[in-house]
């Protein structure tokens, strides 16, 4: 259920081993969608679904990250072919529609049947089994004559088997609200980057597109609210409130509608069940901060794919503890964002490089710690593992709170 990246992934992997995949997608999404800056990890998925280069053709090369600190704006640029041990040393930013096409062809090519249609599901007895709706079968004309043996949720932010089940969830701390819109003219200090800058509340995303920028604003719901009536008056009034804001839109135009996201942070604390599987955003999603969302969407869906092809409740367990640990990772990551924490550790960072301890240490510390941020070691544990320790022990006595987003 659900054919955006998760989704479609998942039965393009399993169409392929030869597994029956019904692929529903209902289409009901905005005109522009978030999730168009990617991890060089995603790159590793890009290439087994075979798309990555028609998904070069229509996307902007993205060598890197620029971060705009809070209060004395100091730029922190990185760059992925610096990372060492790097072993994917660029990105994208794409055209979400788009990837989301290329994704789903891929699924057809396999072999999947697409059906353009919303899927229905129901409780299936007194336990937590669930269904599809006969009038989903239906839909099938034929393909599904029964009950699948497995239905799988990738509904995105829909959640359809989580608000089914009334599952538990966990939700984040942050309160904030996301717009989103695209851009002209916005200035950007490095090409190809995506540029993210800690505002006076809150923070701000820059996506370099081909011909455009998308622009995200993430702030406090209670503060943005008092920009405007609308979307597109709150959008605009804060760009021109906000100095550092201010400084790369002021030639800037808006060329599209604005959008709007709030109460993203959330995911499940079940992700299986006796008929059914969560995956991507339906089982989870974090913050847009670092970028994560599609990795651990195309990630759940690689994994799950080889667990049905397994078949055993034992792999299916393990399934769950994998995504489970993955969203856990990147919600300490991100938590060292907001509280201040990691950018702390980044001016530590460059004062010890220039000890002879730090000297003598730096080279571990760049093989462990850009790779969380990249993807390639969120499920490393020692890598995680240190992030976690030297945000919390290697700050030097500095307070983070000097530089958490508020
Ligand atoms: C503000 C914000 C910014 C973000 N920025 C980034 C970013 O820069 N980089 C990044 O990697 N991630 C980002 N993300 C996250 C990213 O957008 C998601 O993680 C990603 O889209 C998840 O993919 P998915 O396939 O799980 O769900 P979706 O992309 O939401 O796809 C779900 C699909 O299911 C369909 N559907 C829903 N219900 C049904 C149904 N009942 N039957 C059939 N079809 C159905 C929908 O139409 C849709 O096509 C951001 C998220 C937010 C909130």
Not at 124 to 139: P, W
Not at 287 to 315: C, I, T, Y
């Amino acid at each position: 259920m659900g054919g955006g990246p998760a989704g479609a992934s998942l039965g393009a992997y399993l169409a392929g081993a030869g597994v029956r995949v019904a692929l529903f997608d209902s289409g009901s999404k905005p005109d522009l969608v978030v999730g168009e800056s990617l991890v060089p990890a995603v790159v590793g998925f890009l290439r087994k679904l075979g798309i990555e280069e028609e998904v070069a053709s229509y996307s902007t090369l993205k060598p890197g990250a620029t971060f705009t600190m809070p209060r004395n704006q100091e730029e922190m640029h990185f760059r992925f072919d610096e990372v060492r041990k790097a072993q994917i040393t660029y990105s994208y930013n794409v055209p979400r529609d788009r990837l989301d096409a290329s994704i789903r062809d891929a699924a057809v090519r396999a072999g999947a049947a697409l059906f353009s249609e919303r899927a229905r599901v129901e409780r299936a007895g007194q336990g937590d089994r669930v269904r599809l709706s006969d009038d989903t079968l239906e839909q099938t004309g034929g393909f599904l004559t029964e009950q699948p043996d497995l239905v799988v949720d990738a509904s995105g932010r829909s959640r359809s088997i989580s608000r089914l089940l009334d599952l538990p969830t966990e939700a984040g701390p942050r309160r904030d609200t996301a717009l989103h819109a695209h851009m002209e003219g916005v200035e950007l200090s490095r090409e190809g980057h995506v540029h993210s800058s800690i505002l006076e509340r809150g923070w701000s995303w820059r996506i370099p597109l081909p011909g455009r920028v998308s622009v995200g604003i993430v702030i406090p719901s209670e503060f943005l609210a008092t920009f405007g009536d609308t979307l597109e008056a709150q959008y605009d009034a804060y760009l021109r409130y906000d100095p550092v804001a201010r400084g790369w839109s002021e030639h800037a135009k808006r060329i599209t509608q604005v959008f709007k996201y709030t109460n993203y942070q959330l995911r499940s604390v079940r992700g299986v069940g006796p008929n059914w599987a969560l995956v991507g955003d339906a089982f989870g999603f974090i913050d847009p901060v670092f970028s994560s969302g599609m990795l651990v969407g195309l990630d759940s869906a690689f994994e799950l794919s080889r667990v049905v092809l397994d078949g055993s409740e034992h792999a299916f367990a393990r399934y769950e503890r994998h995504v489970l640990r993955h969203l856990g990772n990147w919600y300490h990551a991100v938590g060292h964002f907001y509280d201040g924490r990691l950018f702390t550790l980044f001016r530590v960072g460059n004062f010890m490089r220039q000890t002879l301890l730090g000297g003598l240490m730096e080279p571990h510390f760049l093989t462990h710690l850009p790779r969380v941020f990249t993807g390639e070691a969120t499920h490393r544990r020692y890598s995680v593992g240190l992030l976690n320790f030297m945000c919390e022990y290697g700050l030097a006595r500095n307070d983070p709170a000097e530089l958490a987003v508020r």
